[in-house]
């Protein structure tokens, strides 16, 4: 099968894994024949074919490999862990820092201080 136009992303997101699956194996096939062509010593659009077919496997790659971590993160959604390459980058920093709950805790010593010495009111008088 030779392929004669670049693979559209937007074609491929419909795709079952098992058409993706053949057609990276097509474009594969395809991109070795033309290498060996090439140094058999084809023509020069032989070279922009290559690119194109080069291109064109990165793409089919790229849906599978997207399809694949969006099945994954429906799987982990109701897990108590997420994969490493699952979780969010963010920086260390954040990562390490308190989450909302942990920093929004009040031990019991803090409970008793707040109940028995309460934050003080003042009132100031205006001058008239």
């Not at 033309?34 to 793409?59: C, M, N, P």
């Not at 980058?89 to 803090?110: C, D, F, N, Y």
């Amino acid at each position: 099968m030779q392929s004669t136009s670049k693979v559209r992303t937007g074609q491929l997101w419909g795709k079952s894994k098992e058409d993706l699956k053949k057609q990276l194996e097509d474009l594969k096939t395809e991109l070795g024949q033309l290498r060996v062509q090439k140094i058999a010593g084809g023509a020069a659009s032989k070279l922009t074919k290559i690119h194109d077919l080069r291109k064109s496997v990165a793409r089919v790659l790229t849906v599978i490999n997207a399809n694949q971590r969006s099945q994954l993160r429906i799987f982990y959604k109701t897990k108590k862990y997420l994969p490493l390459d699952l979780r969010s980058k963010k920086t260390r920093a954040i990562r390490r820092r308190l989450s909302k709950h942990e920093a929004g805790i009040v031990s019991e010593k803090q409970k008793k201080k707040q109940i028995h010495f309460p934050q003080r009111k003042y009132a100031v008088k205006a001058d008239d």
